[in-house]
């Protein structure tokens, strides 16, 4: 069965840093780019972060830059998130995802499998 599953999420300060991680099933984590998205209430979901199956492309949104660093250890199946430097708007669930093929692709449709997401929650 293929199963993408978050955790890391959580309440953190303004300014403050959270480390999202993504375990996969090894048949969804194999030779496929990865991304993580994120949906704000009442927003559509939004790219974050995406890397390619070796580590050496990636890709991350505006607000991202400078402060979000997406990787990956495929002996373990799982892709991170590092978020530093957190602010009131970056509340929403994030959600990883594993793509249709080895890009770093930008948009949701080029992802297949989602996870269930993780709540993460900055307060100002």
């Known amino acids: 069965q293929v199963q993408l599953v978050e955790s890391g999420g959580g309440l953190v300060q303004a300014g403050g840093s959270l480390r999202l991680s993504c375990a996969a099933s090894v048949g969804t984590f194999g030779r496929r780019a990865m991304g993580w998205f994120r949906q704000a209430p009442g927003k559509e979901r939004e790219f974050v972060a995406s890397?390619?199956?070796?580590?050496?492309?990636?890709n991350y949104a505006d607000t991202a830059k400078g402060r979000f660093t997406i990787s990956r250890d495929n002996a373990k199946s799982t892709v991170y998130l590092q978020m530093s430097s957190l602010k009131p708007e970056d509340t929403a669930v994030y959600y990883c995802?594993?793509?249709?093929?080895?890009?770093?692709?930008?948009?949701?449709?080029?992802?297949?499998?989602w996870g269930q997401g993780t709540q993460v929650t900055v307060s100002s």
């Open positions: 995802a594993a793509g249709l093929r080895n890009t770093a692709a930008t948009i949701s449709s080029e992802y297949d499998y």
């Open positions: 890397i390619s199956w070796s580590g050496y492309l990636t």
